[in-house]
Nanobody
Framework: QVQFVESGGGLVQPGGSLRLSCVAA????????MSWYRQAPGKERELVAT????????NYADSVKGRFTISRDNAKNTVYLQMNSLKPDDTAVYYC????????????WGQGTQVTVSS
């Protein structure tokens, strides 16, 4: 069964940092590109960052470019999101999943981890 367990969120002041982790199970983790997504209250879920299966290429939404870094450890079935220089607009629930959930049949989303940026 596909599972995603996100962790590492919390309350942080503007300008602060957090490192999110996501452990995946139920599929061959080393095969697909992996992504972080986020959903703020009253908004659609949006793609934040993507990393290829071997970790060689990353892509970011313009809103987080230069502040967030995605990485993965295929031996640990884990994908990370290092978030620096956090802003109030980064407040959201953060989720990980494959880049193409329908194609990889990973539509069973995890609970996510709440990130709140506030003074």
């Amino acid at each position: 069964q596909v599972q995603f367990v996100e962790s590492g969120g919390g309350l942080v002041q503007p300008g602060g940092s957090l490192r999110l982790s996501c452990v995946a199970a139920g599929f061959i983790f080393s095969s697909p590109a992996m992504s972080w997504y986020r959903q703020a209250p009253g908004k659609e879920r949006e793609l934040v960052a993507t990393i290829t299966s071997d970790g060689s290429i990353t892509n970011y939404a313009d809103s987080v470019k230069g502040r967030f870094t995605i990485s993965r450890d295929n031996a640990k079935n884990t994908v990370y999101l290092q978030m620096n220089s956090l802003k109030p607009d980064d407040t959201a629930v953060y989720y990980c999943n494959t880049r193409l959930p329908t194609q990889w049949r990973t539509e069973n989303w995890g609970q996510g981890t709440q990130v709140t940026v506030s003074s």
